[in-house]
């Protein structure tokens, strides 16, 4: 059966662990350190019908430096202003000889429905604000590497904070976190943190302040304004006072709090600078993790000793 990386939600923690010890073993080359020949004769294409930055360069250079043969197609300019489905566009750069699709794309379910139609692995590069999964991966995978044990997971609380309605990173770090036993605690304005995530046997507060003392990782998003329908934060002015991280509230946070965000960043909104480029940031560090993690996903399904 074609194996995809398409969802967090039904994961296993072994599987996570197993990814984490691939990620591990890619972690030079995933520096450009060591360079590899795992994917070597395959070929990976990117379909991104959204905008990315990190996401879509770090899948082609992990590719590449795993020796994969990468495409990179994005919606714009291409046969799609045409009147070509999403199906059509798929199904003719399969016929180039492709032996992975990584799927970015507005609408929820585009990369599952890729990957009903043909018979080649798709990985989920983001489907509207269903889920992130390699997102997820990776922000779990730069936690394991600070905790430096599986275990630690158990007792790590984590505060998820801002438009969690919009984002499909936070449903898919929610799962993962779930699943290695973490705590978790999602943090907005009612209006962007909606009740039904409960189910999922996370947290929810109103109020940053509140938590701020008692969690290890805080874990920032970006107001989704491209996903929002208007009206749901009155200000930003106002989202920045309740919700905006700044150096006051790193002071009632612990010292060694560590704060993660997927990017892009909004300056001075959700995050101040000081705090996005202080010592206690995992920023860009995730960035480099995602790059490992996102090789040991290729690799993972499509490399010689695939399971
Ligand atoms: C996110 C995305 O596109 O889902 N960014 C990312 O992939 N690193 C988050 C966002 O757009 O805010």
Do not use: W
Request: charged share 25%; proline share 3%.
């Amino acid at each position: 059966m074609t194996k995809h990386f398409l969802e967090l939600q039904d994961i296993s923690p072994d599987k996570l662990v197993s990814y984490f010890t691939l990620a591990d073993e890619y972690y030079d080359a995933s520096q450009g350190k060591e360079s590899r020949d795992d994917l070597s004769g395959k070929t990976v294409a990117n379909l991104f019908f959204e905008d990315s930055t990190r996401t879509a360069n770090s899948f082609y250079l992990a590719g590449r430096r795993i020796g994969a043969s990468v495409l990179d197609f994005t919606g714009a300019g291409s046969s799609l202003s045409k009147g070509e489905t999403l199906l059509d566009t798929a199904r003719n750069i399969y016929a180039m000889g492709i032996d992975c699709f990584v799927v970015r794309h507005v609408s929820p379910g585009a990369p599952a429905m890729i990957a009903d139609a043909l018979d080649v692995p798709v990985i989920n590069a983001g489907d509207g604000a269903h889920e992130h999964p390699t997102q997820g991966l990776l922000d779990v995978y730069t936690m394991y590497r600070e905790l430096g044990a599986v275990e630690k997971f158990k007792g790590l609380t984590v505060a998820i904070v801002g438009d969690i309605l919009h984002s499909r990173v936070a449903r898919s770090l929610c799962f993962a976190l779930k699943t290695l036993g973490s705590r978790v605690i999602l943090v907005g304005p009612r209006t962007l943190v909606n009740k039904h995530f409960e189910a999922f046997g996370v947290e929810i507060s109103y109020s940053l302040d509140k938590v701020l003392a008692e969690v290890d990782v805080l874990y920032f998003l970006r107001l989704q304004r491209e996903r929002m329908s208007s009206g749901l934060v009155s200000s930003l002015k106002e989202y920045k006072f309740l919700y905006g991280m700044t150096q006051n509230r790193m002071a009632l946070c612990k010292d060694d709090v560590k704060i993660m965000h997927p990017g892009p960043i909004n300056r001075g909104v959700e995050i101040d600078p000081e705090v996005a480029d202080g010592p206690n940031s995992l920023i860009l560090k995730q960035v480099t993790c995602g790059m490992a993690s996102r090789m040991a996903v290729l690799y993972s399904l499509i490399g010689e000793k695939s399971d």
